[in-house]
């Protein structure tokens, strides 16, 4: 018999696998409990209002706060929407200027965007060379009519780790709603938005071993009490902000991914933390010019984004897709023809941005696995240096900068 | 987005990679693309003065499998050629035996240039009169 192709998922920050754990909760409530939250008149509703109860229950222990402060949506994009439209529209009349950064996620950059023709002014930020926002940036750019900041926890390419209570202070000092997107961060490391300063909080359940299609928004009820204007009509669920029957089985399942997270997290961080080091380690040792992206200190445990020098990410993961699944910044992957805009943010040439890989473990990624992800990627560099006419050159001690490319 | 077979055996088993001998007057070089773009192709040939005709081909590629393919397969193609058929290579003949989607035409493109390339540096190297420029795009 043919033994299978090992397969190895190090794209964790794409997705997460679901727990199984998670799925032995859900499965109930897919057939003996299939009321929806919002009967009040029967059991079956009852049972299923139970369910959605205790997982708010436990999702706000992860994150210590009140389970009234948490807004059940589809997933973080939603989230992301409500937040910053909601308090767009609810908080007009003080101010119309919004403070965000170039690295967001296209889910808070592109909704930031779409304000402006309702009448926001918003802010970018810029980022150093680490991925990190200049503090003083930030303080300065806050004006009378500045009503929210939006800052992400965690960048999903980087994994870079932004200084939210410092962040959290300044938006207090100055009166302004500081709103984060912790997609990546929440169930992996400590994210205690009342500790931060952090008034409203958007995330999902399927990057923290959850079912795809259900997600959060913390909205803070109390100093400040935080109000946003629904995005959808309909009947007034989630507090009158979030319209629309309850996915019971997803929220059942988020609620159980919440627990295990905030049982786990601390082990979890630790061990990936060796593996993602090995990792690293590993790769930047046993080949030459690899340039690690982003602040190493404050980063994600279990994401690395390398950029190796001189080879194109696209044509190096066709080297061992078969077997290791990972993303790269590489335009080729994408439509655009544009390399990550998130690496560009962080002052990499397009060069660089074209050669990088993110490597994001899991819960469920063993020593064995990266081993093996460490030889595929090894030989697939090599092989594709060897294919390389700008590695040549580099070898040969032509300074690429002064060759007259055409560019197209 | 998967890839076409074509591409994929290209890839994995990619035709003349190598580096000629480019001081030597019967070798033509052709660069084209930019490390900013994601592709940089460099397409050499070896002509026999004699016949005008291409007697070796090789090939880098710094890019995607679908740029990598496209420069192996013109290599091929350009085997056995003379300078005047290698010339009527059109970009849509590769897109056409890699079925390249639409996003990776480009590569195609790069390729055609990186033949007109070659044969351009040959030209101009033994004083004969280019005959066809990479178009500029």
């Known amino acids: 018999m043919i033994k299978e192709p090992m397969r190895v998922y190090l794209d964790n920050n794409s997705t997460t696998p679901c727990d199984p754990r998670v799925v032995d909760t859900m499965v109930p409530y897919f057939y003996q409990k299939p009321g929806n939250s919002a009967s009040r008149n029967h059991p079956f509703g009852w049972e299923a209002e139970e369910g959605v109860d205790y997982a708010r229950e436990q999702i706000a222990a992860l994150l210590k706060v009140d389970p009234k402060e948490i807004i059940f949506t589809s997933g973080a994009t939603e989230s992301d929407n409500l937040a910053i439209k909601g308090v767009f529209e609810m908080y007009k009349s003080k101010g119309n200027h919004i403070i965000t950064v170039t690295t967001e996620h296209k889910a808070v950059l592109d909704t930031c965007d779409k304000l402006t023709e309702a009448g926001a002014e918003i802010t970018y930020l810029k980022v150093a060379e680490d991925g990190l926002i200049d503090l003083a940036e930030l303080e300065a750019a806050i004006k009378s009519t500045t009503i929210l900041v939006s800052v992400m926890w965690a960048n999903n390419e980087t994994g870079v780790i932004q200084p939210m209570k410092e962040i959290g202070d300044i938006c207090e000092k100055h009166g302004v709603l500081f709103m984060s997107d912790a997609t990546q961060a929440v169930g992996k490391i400590p994210t205690y938005p009342k500790e931060i300063g952090v008034h409203l909080m958007a995330w999902t359940s399927h990057k923290m071993y959850g079912p795809k299609g259900v997600g959060a928004l913390y909205v803070s009820r109390k100093s400040p009490r935080v109000k946003v204007t629904a995005q959808m009509d309909g009947g007034g669920h989630e507090r009158g902000m979030r319209s629309g029957t309850l996915n019971v089985p997803g929220i059942v399942g988020f609620g159980k991914a919440a627990e295990i997270a905030r049982l786990e997290m601390h082990s979890d961080a630790e061990r990936l933390n060796k593996l993602r080091n090995r990792l690293e380690h590993e790769l930047t040792s046993r080949l030459e010019e690899c340039y690690i992206n982003g602040n190493v200190d404050h980063r994600m445990p279990h994401v690395t984004n390398i950029s190796f020098k001189h080879v194109e990410g696209e044509g190096l993961m066709m080297t061992f897709n078969q077997n290791i699944a990972v993303s790269s910044g590489s335009a080729c992957t994408s439509a655009s023809l544009e390399p990550s805009y998130v690496l560009v943010a962080l002052g990499l040439g397009d060069d660089l941005a074209h050669s990088s890989i993110r490597f994001s473990l899991g819960r469920f990624t063993t020593e064995e696995e990266v081993d093996f992800a460490v030889e595929k990627l090894v030989a697939g560099v090599n092989h594709m240096r060897d294919l390389s006419p700008i590695w040549e050159m580099y070898k040969e001690g032509v300074d690429l900068s002064n060759v007259q490319w055409s560019e197209h | ?137």
Request: glycine share 8%; charged share 20%.
């Open chain 2, 1 to 137: 987005m998967a890839y076409s077979e074509k591409v994929l055996e290209h890839f994995q088993h990619p035709k003349n990679v190598g580096t000629l001998d480019k001081s030597k007057s019967t070798v033509g070089t052709g660069l084209v693309g930019a490390p900013e773009c994601g592709d940089v192709m460099r397409l050499q040939i070896e002509v026999d003065p004699s016949t005008q005709t291409i007697i070796d081909a090789k090939f880098k590629t710094f890019g995607c499998g679908s740029a990598i393919a496209s420069s192996s397969l013109a290599t091929e193609w350009l085997k056995g050629k003379t300078i005047e058929q290698a010339l009527t290579i059109d970009n849509m003949d590769i897109v056409e035996e890699l079925a390249l989607p639409p996003v990776k035409i480009h590569c195609s493109v790069l390729a055609e240039d990186a033949i007109k390339g070659a044969i351009a540096d040959y030209q101009s190297k033994n004083g004969i009169a280019v005959t066809a420029m990479a178009a500029a795009h």
